[in-house]
């Protein structure tokens, strides 16, 4: 309201506060991208990131690479000491790999045991092999929760954009597929995936069938 000068004679408004409304967002955001076990990135973040990265480097031309890592028989450790002795390594483990990312590295809870690592603006193969190094390493040291130590080995498989698939879907596929390469070849290490494993896989697949 103003008078006859033009002068404010009173200023009306009204304001709400939004604090508990932001609140409520960042924990939907928390729940909704993040692992509300390890805290770290869970699958659906990570889809969006890998989405994204294919998206720049298929523009640019340019390689990056994928690891799928689970633990080896974690399972009996579940079975044995129970779910929360079970939860606590897992966290422990998260931490540990968080602990190893670089420049240009991402890493995220893909559910149970299982852990996705990337790595962008890759140069060579042996980028990734330094990648599975630092994080079969994490393991060489026991894990101690309350009274129990636990010695863990990892296994891990590597894929390579776009070499071994242009797509989210192949890519992952060709990853696990590498890393039960791994298991089967003795378990804490990690393998490349080549066309010969698929085809091999492919082949026993074929073999079960026809003998079903």
Sequence with gaps: VWDSSGKPLRIAGSHVD?????????????????????HMPNRTLFY?????????HERRGQQFGLITMDLDDFRRINDTRGHPIGDQILKEVAGRIELQLEKNEFAARSGGDEFYILKSKLVSADEMKELADRLLAIFEQPFKVEEYEFFINAS???????EHGNDRDTLLQHADVALSEAKL??????????????ERVASWMDQEKDLR
């Excluded at 969006?48 to 720049?56: E, P």
């Design 48 to 56: 969006d990131h890998l989405k994204k990265i294919m998206a720049s």
């Design 185 to 198: 070849a003795g378990k804490n290490k990690y393998w490349f995936f080549d066309q010969t494993i698929r």
């Design 156 to 162: 891990a498989g590597i894929a390579v954009f776009p």
């Design 18 to 38: 939004v604090t508990e409304q932001k609140r409520l967002m960042r924990d939907m955001y928390q729940m909704a991208y993040f692992d509300q076990l390890t």
